[in-house]
Each structure stands twice: as C-alpha cells, then as structure tokens.
Nanobody, 121 residues
Framework: VQLQASGGGLVQAGGSLRLACAASVSISGVSAVGWFRQSPGKQRELVALMTSGGRASYGNAVRGRFTISRDNLQDMVYLQMNRLKLEDTAVYYC????????????????WGQGTQVTVSS
C-alpha cells in the first residue's frame, strides 16, 4: 500500500489549502483514514480522522477550520484547511489503517511521505 500526499505549499495566514492523499489500493475497506502533522521539535499530532463509517474527528487546534473527506471511487482522502494560522505550519502526513485479513480486529497502518504546509504572516 502506498499513499501519496500532495497539495502543500506556502499560504498567507487566513488563507486556504486543500491537501490530497492518493492511495495505491482501494480505500473502501479501510478501518480509518486520517491526517497528522509534525512541526520541528514537536511530536506528530492528529489533525483529522475518519472511520470506515464516515465519522470524522478533529484535533482541538483545527476543529471548525479543517474538514476531512474521502472519495472511495477515486481512492482519495482530502483535507480542506481554511482560516490557516501560523501555527498550522508543519509537514502533513496521511495515514490509512487496514484490517488484517487474518484478524479483522487488528489493523496495519500505512503512512504517506508528507507534504509541507507553510503559513506566513
């Protein structure tokens, strides 16, 4: 399974970006897909997560500004980021969790390579 994240770039504070994550396999059977981010000197943190049933949850720092979505037909996961702040600057990673064929109660995680988002003042 390969995940390819794209859409990062330089944006002014208050602006918007849309990140995309392309999966090399069908995501219709995932347990969850999500976005995480990591900035220098900090631990990787949850940005947004969507379960197989479509329920979305967000990190406190982005709730109300970011929206996660998925397109099972195109095997894509998106992160719409609005009202960006300087503190949103980070490398953003997509993640997909697939159930193990041998044990559907367990999952295996796959990560994309990351895309840089830089918010300027």
């Amino acid at each position: 399974v390969q995940l390819q994240a794209s859409g990062g770039g330089l944006v002014q504070a208050g602006g918007s970006l849309r990140l995309a994550c392309a999966a090399s396999v069908s995501i219709s059977g995932v347990s969850a897909v999500g976005w995480f981010r990591q900035s220098p000197g900090k631990q990787r943190e949850l940005v947004a997560l969507m379960t197989s049933g479509g329920r979305a949850s967000y990190g406190n720092a982005v709730r109300g500004r970011f929206t996660i979505s998925r397109d099972n037909l195109q095997d894509m996961v998106y992160l719409q980021m609005n009202r960006l702040k300087l503190e949103d600057t980070a490398v953003y990673y997509c993640k997909a969790e697939f159930p193990l064929p041998s044990d559907l109660t367990r999952t295996r995680s796959y990560w994309g390579q990351g895309t840089q988002v830089t918010v300027s003042s």
